[in-house]
């Protein structure tokens, strides 16, 4: 087994999600209490919490906010939809600064029913990006877009690789763009060690040009998936991701920032919450340290 150096483990991050039975002062107190510094937060459960109470919660128990999930859907071909989305993506731009965090994540949003066309799907996603870099860089928050697997491109996300994501991104200064690198996503593309470099702004060469990565997740693949897909993330360790070479991946292209555990999965919300997060911090220590 290999250590997981101290500052590593100082960079751990719980994704809410990944304890979704805990409310948010169950989210905070439990990782005050297991060491663990970071959260990743979700827009739902902060706004039913309040979001300035949520802020304050957070930061009085030691923590910093590590990412705020999610904004995007941005493929709508309907006008007034479309302008919805921005409002609502503005509304979570406003919602991560309060939080304190610097990192919005998108999800672009899948075919708009009757649709064929993914070209112009990913094209209003960039549409969508340019008028809402400047709103977010002048609040101090990055835009992150997010590649889903493919098998989520029809109703879910029309951006399924890194290099795609990475065609949107560098159409806008850094620090309004970036992506997000998540391993459960990412692990089966053959060129996705490739594009870790050039997200990292080395482009192969070792050249730092200005990183893309504004944040890197993790969660492991299993098989056979459940019914609709969404709920198959495996715990660190227990599917054929190689988490470690990820991480050793994204240090390499300069990133130094969380390592947020993000994992959906109802068999890890039906147990005991104190236990799940000693058995992510034991195995983020075996198999990503």
Known sequence: MSDTTPSLLGRLSLNQQTLRQWSLPELADGCARAG????????????????????????????????????????????GERAAALDDNRAAVDEAAALGTNTLVLVSGGLPAGSRDLPGARERVADALGELGPYAAERGVRLAVEPLHPMYAADRCVVSTLAQALDLAERFPAGQVGVVVDTYHLWWDDTVGAQIGRAGGTGGTGQESGSRIAAFQLADWVTPLPAGVLLGRGQLGDGVVDLRWFRERVEAAGYRGPVEVEIFNPALWARDGTEVLAEIVDRFRTHVG
């Open 36 to 79: 663990v510094r970071g959260v990743g937060l979700w827009r739902a459960p902060v706004q039913e919490y309040g979001v300035a109470a949520a802020a304050r919660l957070v930061r009085d128990a030691g923590l910093r906010v590590t990412s705020l999930c999610r904004g995007g859907f941005f493929t709508a071909l309907d006008p």
